[in-house]
């Protein structure tokens, strides 16, 4: 009979063991919400008025009663004419004022704060845009930005130019936790926040960019600047070199000069990238025709186009047929974007690879006019507002 009671005690502890761990669980989830709530308010809701203004200029309608500054800073934003009649308005390269910044005399081992760095996200062509922002960043605010080992590692060897300082050696092993976290609000293609910490209204802190920064209107405003610090390596210039030669001599006497398009085609993930995140398809075989027929018209016998993707197989599928047409090996990111940038003009569909070689290249740029439901910042709207005049659209249709 003595073992009805030492079952139900038995019982009764595995109730309790298991109330207390439920009682765990459910302590532990809590914590991990308010921490991963915490970690977006100490950005985003430090100071509402600010997070107002962010939020407001994903319309890029700028309040400035928010920030007791003049309302002519942000309203006084020249309009362009469309050749369609439309009036577009240019994005101010940036959002926050002089008459606004806060300046520290706090230091971190021999830096001004705030000191701003970037954690490395995607391939080249983001890692470009990135660095590009950062350095923007730099020029505008006057604000201290260094670059971390692991992001120099990536685009060093590449790029011999680069200037933004590395971390302090003083500074010893850092981890992205031992920095404040800047991310965008509202949309993919807004990043202000991270204008707020340049400007000091953040706070004397270190802070790391960890998202895909991309701040055209920023860096476009020292494009020649920003070109020059994405100086190829010689290895890189001499491959490219070497390829277009090749293509110059075994051309007939007969023909023109070659004008070299470069034509970049991203393919890949993105495919499924750009329906997702941003609503969009990516453009195929009707606008390969009409970009390669927009050059040949404008340069009858002279367009040799130079094609470079990161799916070789379906861009030869698409465009072996013509002799015109000329493939890069295809042996590296770096040595493929070095050939593109060597050329005279541009296509390119969608990405920022393709957004940076024909960046690079200079001269004319067609581009792939995409529609998509929710903005994208490498789009006919974006170029437009930031006044890339070089860029042309063409219907994907």
């Known amino acids: 009979m003595s073992s009805i009671p030492n079952r139900c005690k038995h019982l009764y502890n595995r109730l309790l063991a298991r109330r207390s761990l439920f009682v765990g669980l459910k302590f532990f989830f809590v914590l991990l919400f308010i921490y991963v709530w915490n970690d977006r308010r100490v950005i985003l809701l430090q100071n509402y008025n600010l997070l107002r203004l962010l939020e407001s200029t994903n319309n890029y309608h700028h309040n400035a009663d928010l920030l007791n500054v003049s309302t002519t800073t942000f309203n006084s934003t020249p309009t362009l004419e469309r050749k369609d009649n439309v009036k577009v308005k240019f994005l101010p390269p940036t959002i926050i004022p002089p008459t606004s910044w806060v300046k520290y005399s706090k230091q971190w081992h021999g830096l001004r704060l705030p000191v701003i760095t970037c954690r490395p996200q995607g391939r080249l062509g983001s890692l470009m845009s990135e660095y590009a922002t950062m350095y923007s960043l730099k020029r505008h605010y006057n604000v201290t930005v260094v670059m971390n080992k692991e992001f120099k590692k990536k685009i060093k060897h590449i790029f011999l130019n680069t200037s933004l300082p590395d971390i302090p050696a003083s500074a010893g092993h850092l981890k992205f936790t031992d920095w404040t976290p800047v991310k965008n609000?509202?949309?993919?293609?807004?990043?202000?926040?991270?204008?707020?910490?340049?400007?000091?209204?953040?706070?004397?802190?270190?802070?790391?960019?960890?998202?895909?920064?991309?701040?055209?209107?920023?860096?476009?405003?020292?494009?020649?600047?920003?070109?020059k610090e994405f100086t190829f390596a010689p290895t890189y210039t001499t491959k490219a070199n070497g390829f277009l030669s090749k293509i110059m001599e075994n051309r007939s006497s007969e023909l023109p000069d070659p004008v070299f398009v470069g034509f970049h085609i991203r393919r890949t993930d993105y495919k499924r990238f750009i329906k997702i995140v941003f609503g969009g398809r990516l453009p195929e075989t009707a606008y390969y025709t009409r970009a390669l027929s927009h050059y040949r018209t404008k340069f009858p016998d002279a367009a040799v186009f130079i094609v470079a993707s990161d799916d070789l197989k379906y861009a030869r599928s698409e465009l072996d047929q013509y002799h015109d047409v000329f493939f890069s090996p295809g042996f590296s990111p770096g040595e493929d974007m070095a050939l593109l940038a060597s050329c005279n003009h541009s296509i390119i569909t969608v990405g920022s690879y393709g957004f940076w070689s024909a960046y690079l290249a200079g001269g004319e740029v067609v581009y792939a006019d995409v529609k998509t439901k929710i903005e994208y910042r490498l789009s006919r709207k974006m170029y437009e507002k930031i006044g890339l005049d070089n860029f042309i659209p063409l219907p994907i249709d």
């Open 185 to 227: 609000i509202g949309s993919p293609v807004n990043y202000a926040p991270i204008e707020l910490a340049a400007a000091g209204l953040l706070g004397a802190k270190n802070f790391i960019m960890t998202e895909y920064s991309f701040e055209i209107q920023m860096f476009n405003q020292f494009k020649e600047e920003v070109r």
